[in-house]
């Protein structure tokens, strides 16, 4: 089992910047896919990044369009943390922000493929 927790939301205004943190528990998370989702109010889950496992190469990681260029997904094995820092937050990026862990070899597009969840944290953008 993999715990995972996330911190980090808060009310900031457009433009500005966040950093959520999703430290896990339980297990090393460095042989695990890590994505971040978001859900905006009213509207289904969606997938904003994801990292992947680590291999000898390193890991790759992967964006929703919309936050290319502003939102950066990493990997502290150490602390057993992910992180995702926004820059050039928008208001269209409010949304509660969950944290997810898959095994490799799955789609991490799909929120189904996804075993272990976060509660999640809110990101509100004032315009």
């Known amino acids: 089992q993999v715990q995972l927790v996330e911190s980090g939301g808060g009310l900031v205004q457009a433009g500005g910047s966040l950093r959520l943190s999703c430290a896990a528990s339980?297990?090393?998370?460095?042989?695990?896919?890590m994505g971040w989702y978001r859900q905006p109010p009213g509207k289904e889950r969606e997938f904003v990044a994801a990292i992947s496992a680590i291999s000898w190469s390193g890991s790759s990681t992967y964006y929703r369009d919309s936050v290319k260029g502003r939102f950066t997904i990493s990997r502290d094995s150490a602390k057993n943390t992910v992180y995702l820092q926004m820059n050039s937050l928008k208001p269209e990026d409010t949304a509660a922000y969950y944290c997810?862990?898959?095994?490799?070899?799955?789609?991490?597009?799909?929120?189904?493929?996804?075993?272990?969840w976060g509660q999640g944290t809110q990101v509100t953008v004032s315009s």
């Open positions: 339980g297990r090393t998370i460095s042989s695990y896919v």
């Open positions: 997810a862990a898959t095994r490799a070899g799955r789609n991490h597009y799909v929120v189904e493929s996804y075993d272990y």
